[in-house]
């Protein structure tokens, strides 16, 4: 299984980016669905989560800009981001929680990021 991250690149203030992560492989059903970030010398934090149903939850620095959404028929996940701004710079990880085929848990797996920096 794999999750393949894209979408990122240099972008002005005031800019939009469109954040994909596909994943692939041997997968029975994936539930929960998100976007974490971190930034050089900061920790790991959360951005947006969607479950399977299409419930979302954002951090509070990404409500009202950006907005995480999913086509589970593609097991695709995807991050539109609006109004960027340059504390949003870091690097975008994706993360589902997922089962595999054959396997009767779920496992959580994570992309490999994708780089976002915005200049002011």
């Known amino acids: 299984v794999q999750l393949q991250a894209s979408g990122g690149g240099l972008v002005q203030a005031g800019g939009s980016l469109r954040l994909s992560c596909v994943a692939s492989?041997?997968?029975?059903?994936?539930?929960?669905m998100g976007w974490y970030r971190q930034a050089p010398g900061k920790p790991r934090e959360l951005v947006a989560t969607?479950?399977?149903?299409?419930?979302?939850n954002y951090a509070d620095s990404a409500k009202g800009r950006f907005a995480i959404s999913r086509d589970n028929a593609k097991k695709t996940q995807y991050l539109q981001m609006n109004n960027l701004k340059p504390e949003d710079t870091a690097v975008y990880y994706c993360?589902?929680?997922?089962?595999?085929?054959?396997?009767?848990?779920?496992?959580?797996?994570w992309g490999r990021g994708t780089q976002v920096t915005v200049s002011s």
């Open positions: 969607i479950s399977r149903d299409g419930s979302t």
């Open positions: 492989g041997s997968i029975f059903r994936i539930n929960d």
């Open positions: 993360n589902a929680d997922l089962r595999r085929s054959g396997i009767a848990y779920y496992d959580t797996f």
